[in-house]
């Protein structure tokens, strides 16, 4: 009996040692596992890094050699259609966005901030709920606390839930207009054709960069004021390698009057010295996005062939994996 008992025991001890040894091999593959998910992480962080770095070096060398731009592709990466390319286990796109294909919300506080806000609410609809965005984002920018008609300063804003500060000062980033008026997660989203520019002065169109999707930028440059027909063929008329000058423009365009040629000029630039360069990198189900905002200088507005003598990137801004 006594001998029985032993042998029990025994095999109880056996079953035991063998349940922790399962426990500690299934242990040690779990963090196997998470170890190499670990390390494939790290490695798509670095491969994104130097990707980021590639792609930045790519557009400095794309806005600072003349070669460039006298070849259509050029032009065509200037209105957004992206570069993709695929490598082994993922791809990559890099996308530039012209900033002066959309319009400048710190023109609200410049010398023709009336005149912004004329043209904003044409863009907008020109009804209330374009009356109080832009009396919302004038008073979000300016300094003076002084609430308009239709807006908000941080009187209001401190009784909200969160409460929060309107930024007096220029908007940095087009993430603040989710902040403006009743907090709204998705209000940047629904406007594509606003930015923010470091710069207050009147904003301008850059012609070749438009598509026919961003006539009606056009037309609220103007303020209805010149015929659609007119404006349309700024974005139709135009060569694929752009134009390169007034007098290209001019030609294209067909025959007008000098005044009419002298008002749609000053709403309007060929080389443009302010963009964003947006990167996607994919790489085994993982997807790694980021965005800069760079500064061309040295350009000539009016000369589009003209390349830019120093590019400068003046923020990032990551998304999370």
């Known amino acids: 009996m006594g001998a029985?008992?032993?042998?029990?025991?025994?095999?109880?001890?056996?079953?035991?040692?063998?349940?922790?040894l399962a426990g500690g091999l299934a242990w040690l593959v779990q963090d196997g596992r998470q170890q190499v998910d670990s390390v494939r992480?790290?490695?798509?962080?670095?491969?994104?890094?130097?990707?980021e770095t590639a792609?930045?070096?790519?557009?400095?060398?794309?806005?600072?050699?003349?070669?460039?731009?006298t070849s259509p592709l050029f032009w065509q990466a200037l209105r957004g259609q992206p570069l993709s390319y695929a490598f082994a286990?993922?791809?990559a796109a890099l996308r530039i966005r012209d900033l002066h294909s959309c319009f400048n919300v710190n023109t609200l506080i410049g010398e023709e901030a009336e005149r912004a806000g004329r043209q904003l609410r044409y863009l907008l609809g020109d009804d209330l709920a374009a009356q109080r965005l832009g009396d919302?984002?004038?008073?979000?920018i300016d300094p003076d606390n002084q609430a308009r008609l239709n807006g908000a300063e941080s009187d209001q804003y401190l009784r909200q839930s969160p409460a929060r500060l309107a930024a007096n000062q220029m908007m940095v980033d087009m993430s603040e207009l989710n902040l403006l008026?009743?907090?709204?997660?998705?209000?940047?989203?629904?406007?594509?054709?606003?930015?923010?520019?470091?710069?207050?002065?009147?904003?301008?169109?850059?012609?070749?960069?438009?598509?026919?999707?961003?006539l009606p930028l056009?037309?609220?440059m103007y303020e209805g004021q010149v015929s659609r027909s007119l404006l349309s063929r700024i974005i139709t008329a135009r060569p694929a390698g752009g134009y390169h000058d007034a007098g290209a423009?001019?030609?294209?365009?067909?025959?007008?009057?000098?005044?009419?040629?002298?008002?749609?000029?000053?709403?309007?630039?060929?080389?443009?010295?302010?963009?964003?360069?947006?990167?996607?990198?994919?790489?085994?189900?993982?997807?790694m996005r980021s965005e800069f905002q760079l500064r061309a200088r040295g350009i000539v507005q009016w000369h589009a062939l003209v390349p830019a003598q120093q590019v400068q990137v003046l923020s990032r801004s990551p998304q999370p994996w």
């Open 4 to 20: 029985k008992q032993q042998q029990g025991a025994a095999l109880l001890m056996v079953l035991v040692v063998l349940a922790m």
């Open 249 to 287: 423009l001019r030609q294209a365009l067909g025959a007008m009057d000098d005044a009419t040629f002298a008002r749609l000029s000053e709403g309007l630039l060929l080389n443009s010295g302010d963009f964003v360069l947006q990167l996607e990198f994919e790489q085994d189900g993982q997807v």
């Open 218 to 220: 056009l037309e609220a």
């Open 136 to 140: 919302a984002l004038a008073d979000w």
């Open 89 to 91: 286990g993922g791809s």
């Open 181 to 214: 008026l009743e907090p709204d997660a998705r209000r940047q989203t629904r406007y594509p054709q606003l930015c923010a520019l470091p710069q207050t002065s009147g904003w301008r169109l850059n012609a070749n960069a438009l598509s026919l999707e961003q």
């Open 41 to 51: 992480l790290v490695q798509q962080r670095v491969q994104a890094r130097a990707m």
């Open 55 to 69: 792609g930045l070096a790519f557009a400095e060398q794309a806005l600072k050699d003349p070669a460039w731009r």
